[in-house]
């Protein structure tokens, strides 16, 4: 049976068909479906971590016990889990273990544009790289194979495009793969530098054996079409040097895009006229190449930075400008925004009202930054916020001036270290945690704080408070607040910044898309009390926006999109807001 499938659908699909055991991830688009889709699978033991070091470690325990595991994660999710990531080349496996990394060119929705190709050379693990969702269903199952028989694990790579678009798939049936025996091997798992020493060895016969099998395996192939012109490509990139060449070039797709075969690269060049090298983000294909002598066009006319398309090998290459009918500039510009009710609004507002320094992290509240709220300095990566509010203070004695904040499944993920270092260096910072109750950009996952598993069961509620109080925060210092209610929460704020002890603020609040949250009755304006004022635009609700009327400039609410928080009522010194 086949169906169309996103490419995450269809690594879903091929954990299943592989006979997987264990699935543990953390979200992070654009892998966070390929868990979600995994799910499914009553067949399948699937878990939302607290974080990717933490799934990584989790999936390699099952593997090393016998079962085929798999972990998933964004390519700065990567850099969480590097530190097992590496040892666990020198360890291998015992059941199949594979690692989904979703790179992102062009940072639709990330913090920087790394190339995770790196981490398999720096570690020495092979990686794949489909280029649709066929391959992606194919790729994975197959890594488990090969995993198993290198006694390796195998990260599968991915990028936006591959993850989020469509094809279809054959749908085939589960192998019946059995937990495998655990035997104790001390000088195997455990990686004390004796026995490390001695495994780096066995890491590095893994790489020559994989080298050799990368000529003839069958995530590679060669197509030749009888042109002069030959294009060496993996994964997305393939696609669209097929639609811009056809078969005017013959190619060498990679699928294995590490290591590399020279005798696979060697053959393939030979006889041709030209060589192109096509991939995303950085060289790493072509420096391989050029490093074999073999002359190449690739970065010196391709770009190392945003995502290919058709129409940017047609510039570059063909020197063709895109024909395009939709003129980009005559495109009404969309930039993100929170949304109404979110939340995170009131808390972002009280803090540009009262000018103080604000550290900030990943996830929504990211767009605390935009304009008109404007509040966020710094955002650097997951957790950092509550580490380098400290050193700041520590350098600048701001104490009384600035703030962290950080949502709260992010304090799960990596920010419970930092409040730790604060309390335990005597820092006198502010954390103010952003709890609307569920995992938000990513799409409304379940987390440590929601009571509810992946698979929906329900499960202890851990205690944010009892977390921060037992990390050293004094109780009374510890203080909850509907951020929704601006009054109470910059009384509160005031108060904690002007004590000389750790404190944390939990602004508790849910996302107003949370299902179960109640939606209230849109609000209205009473064009005879607004004075056309804007103060009700300060808080940058796409509900609310200013239009000419024949009484003057008026505050106007877009019932569909209005759900009913209040937040613009409290701005207004004039009472128009109604409902």
Request: aromatic letters at 8%; charged letters at 25%; hydrophobic letters at 40%.
């Given at each position: 049976?086949?169906?169309?499938?996103?490419?995450?659908?269809?690594?879903?699909?091929?954990?299943?068909?592989?006979?997987?055991?264990?699935?543990?991830?953390?979200?992070?688009?654009?892998?966070?479906?390929?868990?979600?889709?995994?799910?499914?699978?009553?067949?399948?033991?699937?878990?939302?971590?607290?974080?990717?070091?933490?799934?990584?470690?989790?999936?390699?325990?099952?593997?090393?016990?016998?079962?085929?595991?798999?972990?998933?994660?964004?390519?700065?999710?990567?850099?969480?889990?590097?530190?097992?990531?590496?040892?666990?080349?020198?360890?291998?496996?015992?059941?199949?273990?594979?690692?989904?990394?979703?790179?992102?060119?062009?940072?639709?929705?990330?913090?920087?544009?790394?190339?995770?190709?790196?981490?398999?050379?720096?570690?020495?693990?092979?990686?794949?790289?489909?280029?649709?969702?066929?391959?992606?269903?194919?790729?994975?199952?197959?890594?488990?194979?090969?995993?198993?028989?290198?006694?390796?694990?195998?990260?599968?790579?991915?990028?936006?495009?591959?993850?989020?678009?469509s094809c279809p798939v054959e749908m085939e049936e589960r192998k019946n793969i059995a937990v495998r025996d655990y035997t104790k091997n001390i000088a195997k798992n455990v990686m004390m530098p004796a026995n490390a020493r001695k495994r780096h060895v066995v890491v590095e016969d893994h790489l020559k054996a994989l080298t050799e099998f990368a000529y003839d395996c069958p995530f590679n192939?060669?197509?030749?079409?009888?042109?002069?012109?030959?294009?060496?490509?993996?994964?997305?990139?393939?696609?669209?040097?097929?639609?811009?060449?056809?078969?005017?070039?013959?190619?060498?797709?990679?699928?294995?895009?590490?290591?590399?075969?020279?005798?696979?690269?060697?053959?393939?060049?030979?006889?041709?006229?030209?060589?192109?090298?096509?991939?995303?983000?950085?060289?790493?294909?072509?420096?391989?190449?050029?490093?074999?002598?073999?002359?190449?066009?690739?970065?010196?006319?391709?770009?190392?930075?945003?995502?290919?398309?058709?129409?940017?090998?047609?510039?570059?290459?063909?020197?063709?400008?895109?024909?395009?009918?939709?003129?980009?500039?005559?495109?009404?510009?969309?930039?993100?925004?929170?949304?109404?009710?979110?939340?995170?609004?009131?808390?972002?507002?009280?803090?540009?009202?009262?000018?103080?320094?604000?550290?900030?992290?990943?996830?929504?509240?990211?767009?605390?930054?935009?304009?008109?709220?404007?509040?966020?300095?710094?955002?650097?990566?997951?957790?950092?916020?509550?580490?380098?509010?400290?050193?700041?203070?520590?350098?600048?004695?701001?104490?009384?001036?600035?703030?962290?904040?950080?949502?709260?499944?992010?304090?799960?993920?990596?920010?419970?270290?930092?409040?730790?270092?604060?309390?335990?260096?005597?820092?006198?910072?502010?954390?103010?945690?952003?709890?609307?109750s569920i995992t938000g950009m990513t799409g409304h996952q379940e987390n440590p704080l929601t009571g509810k598993t992946l698979k929906g069961t329900p499960a202890p509620f851990i205690s944010l408070e009892k977390i921060c109080s037992a990390l050293g925060v004094a109780e009374e210092h510890i203080k909850v607040v509907d951020p929704a209610d601006m009054k109470k929460l910059e009384a509160t704020?005031?108060?904690?910044?002007?004590?000389?002890?750790?404190?944390?603020?939990?602004?508790?609040?849910?996302?107003?898309?949370?299902?179960?949250?109640?939606?209230?009755?849109?609000?209205?304006?009473?064009?005879?009390?607004?004075?056309?004022?804007?103060?009700?635009?300060?808080?940058?609700?796409?509900?609310?926006?200013?239009?000419?009327?024949?009484?003057?400039?008026?505050?106007?609410?877009?019932?569909?999109?209005?759900?009913?928080?209040?937040?613009?009522?409290?701005?207004?010194?004039?009472?128009?807001?109604?409902?």
């Amino acid at each position: 049976m086949r169906k169309i499938m996103l490419g995450n659908e269809a690594v879903a699909r091929g954990l299943f068909e592989a006979g997987v055991h264990f699935i543990s991830s953390y979200p992070g688009t654009p892998s966070t479906e390929i868990t979600e889709f995994a799910a499914k699978y009553d067949e399948m033991y699937a878990e939302w971590a607290p974080n990717e070091k933490v799934a990584f470690e989790a999936a390699y325990g099952a593997a090393i016990g016998g079962g085929r595991a798999f972990c998933a994660m964004k390519h700065v999710g990567l850099n969480v889990a590097a530190d097992p990531l590496f040892v666990s080349g020198y360890t291998g496996i015992n059941g199949g273990f594979v690692i989904g990394v979703a790179d992102d060119p062009g940072m639709h929705s990330s913090q920087n544009e790394q190339d995770s190709r790196h981490y398999a050379i720096a570690a020495k693990l092979p990686m794949v790289e489909p280029a649709d969702s066929r391959e992606c269903k194919e790729f994975t199952a197959l890594a488990y194979d090969f995993s198993e028989k290198f006694d390796t694990p195998f990260i599968l790579r991915l990028t936006t495009r591959v993850s989020h678009s469509s094809c279809p798939v054959e749908m085939e049936e589960r192998k019946n793969i059995a937990v495998r025996d655990y035997t104790k091997n001390i000088a195997k798992n455990v990686m004390m530098p004796a026995n490390a020493r001695k495994r780096h060895v066995v890491v590095e016969d893994h790489l020559k054996a994989l080298t050799e099998f990368a000529y003839d395996c069958p995530f590679n192939r060669i197509e030749r079409n009888g042109a002069t012109l030959g294009i060496i490509t993996a994964g997305n990139c393939y696609n669209y040097a097929k639609e811009v060449f056809g078969n005017g070039a013959d190619y060498l797709k990679l699928g294995l895009v590490n290591p590399l075969s020279e005798k696979l690269i060697r053959e393939f060049c030979e006889g041709l006229e030209q060589i192109i090298v096509i991939e995303e983000l950085d060289g790493v294909i072509e420096d391989f190449v050029r490093k074999l002598g073999i002359d190449v066009v690739g970065k010196n006319v391709l770009p190392n930075i945003g995502e290919f398309s058709q129409d940017l090998l047609r510039k570059y290459l063909l020197g063709e400008e895109a024909d395009s009918s939709m003129i980009a500039d005559e495109v009404p510009a969309r930039p993100p925004v929170l949304c109404p009710g979110c939340p995170h609004r009131g808390t972002f507002y009280t803090l540009k009202k009262l000018g103080v320094t604000v550290y900030g992290d990943i996830g929504c509240y990211t767009l605390g930054a935009v304009a008109p709220l404007g509040a966020m300095d710094t955002t650097l990566c997951m957790g950092a916020s509550i580490s380098a509010l400290h050193g700041f203070n520590k350098v600048r004695g701001e104490e009384s001036k600035s703030v962290a904040v950080i949502g709260d499944s992010t304090f799960m993920h990596s920010g419970m270290t930092g409040l730790v270092n604060i309390v335990y260096n005597g820092g006198f910072s502010t954390v103010l945690i952003l709890d609307n109750s569920i995992t938000g950009m990513t799409g409304h996952q379940e987390n440590p704080l929601t009571g509810k598993t992946l698979k929906g069961t329900p499960a202890p509620f851990i205690s944010l408070e009892k977390i921060c109080s037992a990390l050293g925060v004094a109780e009374e210092h510890i203080k909850v607040v509907d951020p929704a209610d601006m009054k109470k929460l910059e009384a509160t704020i005031k108060e904690e910044l002007a004590c000389d002890t750790p404190s944390v603020i939990i602004c508790r609040r849910p996302c107003a898309l949370l299902k179960g949250v109640e939606r209230k009755p849109a609000l209205t304006v009473d064009s005879d009390k607004c004075r056309g004022c804007t103060a009700c635009m300060k808080i940058g609700c796409p509900a609310i926006s200013m239009i000419e009327t024949e009484k003057g400039r008026k505050a106007v609410v877009d019932s569909a999109m209005c759900v009913g928080c209040g937040l613009c009522k409290n701005m207004c010194a004039f009472n128009a807001f109604e409902g």
